[in-house]
């Protein structure tokens, strides 16, 4: 094969159409408005080239160099770019509709204002690449390196960026209105007023990020990371956040519907190894807590403060300490009561208990359950006790009020389970009452 050297040439308008130029030297040359339809270019050398306005629709430049060219308004319809290099090149307003370009290198690439609708740019390195304004639509950028581009009001509807990495990338304003962001990190980047509308997204990272005014309506993000993200005046309706981590999240003015799903952060909880981090979960639910609240949801608000209060008795038992009270010095060891905190055992089992039989004062199922269970067993032993004749009558009466005086139990037992019916009744009786009033608190 007969190796075509072209450097420095002068093709200004040239037609090159199914030109055969594989591996060719076309560096440095000014290839302005030139034709190169389906020309093959692969492996070739175009660093430095100028082709601004020109045509290579349908060209080959598999593993070409196009280092630092310039192909602004460039036509790069359905061409093969597949591992090209093009680190630093000038594709600003180019039109890369339906291109191939996957494993290419666009470090530092300038598509501003490019099209780049339907490509194939899986695993494309994007690395501080400015791609402010453009037209991504439906492309494929899976598992590409995005970190520190810019795609400031770029649109990127529809496209994919499962693995993706966009590590403290800038995303203003941008449309991601049904992408899919699968494994996606778009940690500390900026999305400030993005629109995130009905993307999809499972384990997808935005730690750190700012998604002030972002818009996630509809989103589908389970176990999404997002400790640490501004949060402020997002708009959240029948957004799907459960599972994930909002610990540390900025969460004022969110708006949320009744179709919003923030239940529990399982990720955050099961990473929590510290009180510290307990405390950090039960504020974020706290947080979620006011935005239901604020919103009328009463029913979603009593969700989130039986979470944050489950979170605090376990806050409280991370804080719960014995092996403090002793002290092993030289000597024999010595006892510090003020080194020890018995107490927090204690805020943690009052936490589970209340947990347990009245859903921190906002479930009065549970109670209904305990009451019913009370009552059943009294009935039953009353039922044992020759000296009760109307077992149920008198479980109904002693629950309630006393044990009737027109019978007695016969049996100590019976007489035991009596008193403690008794007791336990009206304790579940003013408990029940506690829970219907607090209840309206939201």
Request: net charge negative; proline share 2%.
């Amino acid at each position: 094969m007969v190796e075509v050297k072209l450097y420095r040439a002068d093709m200004h308008k040239a037609y090159l159409g199914r030109a055969d130029l594989t591996d060719a030297n076309v560096e440095s040359a000014d290839l302005t408005k030139a034709y190169l339809g389906r020309a093959d270019l692969t492996g070739a050398v175009l660093g430095r080239a100028t082709l601004t306005r020109a045509s290579l629709q349908g060209a080959d430049l598999t593993d070409a160099s196009i280092g630092r060219a310039t192909l602004r308004r460039t036509t790069l319809y359905k061409a093969v770019l597949t591992d090209a290099y093009l680190g630093r090149t000038d594709l600003r307003g180019a039109n890369c509709n339906s291109a191939e370009l996957d494993g290419a290198n666009l470090a530092q690439v300038d598509l501003e204002g490019a099209n780049l609708r339907d490509a194939n740019c899986a695993g494309v390195n994007l690395g501080r690449a400015e791609v402010s304004g453009a037209n991504l639509r439906n492309v494929d950028l899976t598992g590409a390196n995005l970190r520190e581009a810019t795609l400031s009001d770029s649109v990127l509807e529809g496209a994919s960026l499962a693995g993706a990495i966009c590590r403290d990338a800038r995303f203003e304003g941008v449309r991601l209105d049904g992408a899919t962001l699968h494994g996606a990190t778009f940690r500390n980047a900026d999305m400030a007023d993005a629109s995130l509308e009905a993307t999809s997204g499972a384990r997808l990272t935005l730690r750190e990020a700012d998604l002030a005014g972002a818009t996630l309506a509809d989103a589908d993000l389970p176990a999404v990371d997002c400790s640490g993200t501004d949060l402020t005046d997002a708009d959240c309706r029948g957004a799907r956040l459960g599972g994930g981590d909002l610990r540390e999240s900025v969460l004022t003015d969110i708006t949320v519907s009744q179709g919003t799903r923030c239940g529990a952060q399982t990720s955050a909880e099961d990473a929590a190894d510290d009180a510290a981090a307990w405390d950090a979960i039960a504020r974020a639910y706290n947080d979620l807590k006011g935005a239901y609240s604020e919103a009328g949801l009463v029913g979603k608000a009593r969700r989130q403060h039986v979470l944050e209060r489950r979170a605090r008795g376990y806050e409280a038992r991370a804080n719960g300490s014995l092996t403090g009270y002793v002290q092993l010095g030289e000597g024999r060891p010595s006892v510090t009561p003020g080194q020890g905190n018995l107490a927090a055992y204690g805020a943690y089992l009052g936490s589970w208990a209340s947990r347990v039989t009245t859903g921190f004062g906002v479930r009065p199922f549970r109670l209904t359950v305990w009451m019913l269970v009370l009552f059943a067993v009294a009935a039953v032993a009353y039922e044992l006790d020759p000296g009760i004749t109307e077992p149920i009558y008198y479980s109904v009466v002693t629950f309630t009020t006393a044990p009737p005086v027109d019978s007695e139990p016969t049996l100590p037992l019976v007489d035991a389970i009596a008193l403690i019916e008794t007791f336990g009744g009206t304790l579940l009786i003013v408990l029940l009452g506690y829970i219907l009033g607090n209840r309206e608190r939201f």
